[in-house]
């Protein structure tokens, strides 16, 4: 990773803004409804009891809660980072949950030699974090390797609109910091059938009615040059506030039905290659044998 991405000091890493500040944006918060409910669906279809989430960064926003629902449900959760001052973080963030994940701390260069044994888990997964690593492929067989069931990986996609736009004109340094080749979903399929791993189903997820950018509102349109205080009044202040946490704690209610409402593509039942000119994540789900 990089100093983008969370390991480098030459500048804030993005991800240390939400380790205290938990409103992440609407689309943000539409991106971790539609996954949970993705979780909890194959929870309840594969009776998984035990799950590893590695790595715990991939989903901009808050970090480490991809699998905090799945806790929530019973699950017993275990998360892998890299970082210790994070993953202290993390474990705090769990315990405003009231949550308690069992948290390894790893070293950046150790994703390829998990600390688990074989079969340990029912699920091994991953959210939108392989491009960050020195060794991908490495990750992937460890996924394998620590499931006794089922592999769930997820990238983002490059279909869709936002990612070139973002991509070209909004944010094109990152992508300096990322190897792009593992957006490729049918390299991962390659590697993941490559270790023995049965592709028992594949499709998108993650398909608001707005492009995915990566970044609030507000600041898409300053990047885009686009000067106007009623537009920037609209995307910012207390009226302008999305946050999972609150859901997570009781204290906003209503948001998963404020925001659910957005997901009529998602639940369409229209094949998954129609809905990919616009979804932003593409995924795998193997069976290990």
């Not at 991800?15 to 979780?39: A, I, M, Q, S």
């Not at 809660?65 to 973080?89: C, F, H, K, Q, Y």
């Not at 688990?116 to 996924?143: I, Q």
């Not at 990047?223 to 946050?243: C, H, P």
């Amino acid at each position: 990773m990089t100093t983008l991405t969370g390991t480098g000091e030459a500048q804030r890493p993005i991800w240390e803004k939400y380790l205290t500040d938990y409103n992440e944006g609407l689309g943000l918060v539409y991106e971790r409804f539609v996954l949970n409910d993705f979780l909890e669906s194959l929870r309840q279809r594969y009776a998984l009891e035990t799950v590893l989430e590695a790595p715990i960064y991939g989903m901009a926003g808050v970090t480490g809660i991809n699998s905090a629902m799945l806790a929530r449900s019973g699950a017993r959760v275990t998360l892998v980072d890299d970082i210790p001052d994070r993953a202290e973080a993390v474990r705090r963030i769990w315990g405003e949950l009231g949550l308690s994940p069992d948290l390894r701390v790893i070293p950046p260069d150790g994703w390829g030699e998990l600390p688990f044994e074989d079969d340990s888990f029912d699920l091994s997964w991953n959210w939108a974090a392989l491009w960050y690593l020195p060794d991908p492929a490495a990750l992937l067989r460890e996924l394998v390797r620590t499931s006794r069931k089922l592999v769930f990986v997820a990238m983002p996609n490059n279909l869709q609109a936002g990612y070139w736009m973002r991509k070209h004109v909004l944010d094109k340094d990152f992508f300096e910091t990322v190897d792009e080749r593992w957006v490729d979903i049918n390299r991962i399929r390659w590697h993941l059938r490559n270790e023995g791993v049965e592709i028992i189903d594949s499709g998108v997820l993650d398909t608001p009615p707005w492009p995915d950018t990566v970044m609030p509102a507000n600041e898409v349109l300053r990047r885009l040059g686009v000067r106007s205080e009623k537009l920037e009044e609209q995307f910012t202040g207390d009226s302008w506030e999305w946050n999972t946490m609150a859901y997570y704690l009781g204290q906003q209610p209503d948001l998963y039905e404020r925001v659910i409402k957005y997901a009529w593509l998602d639940h369409a039942p229209l094949p998954w290659r129609i809905k990919s000119v616009w979804a932003h994540h593409r995924w795998l789900l193997g069976r290990v044998d």
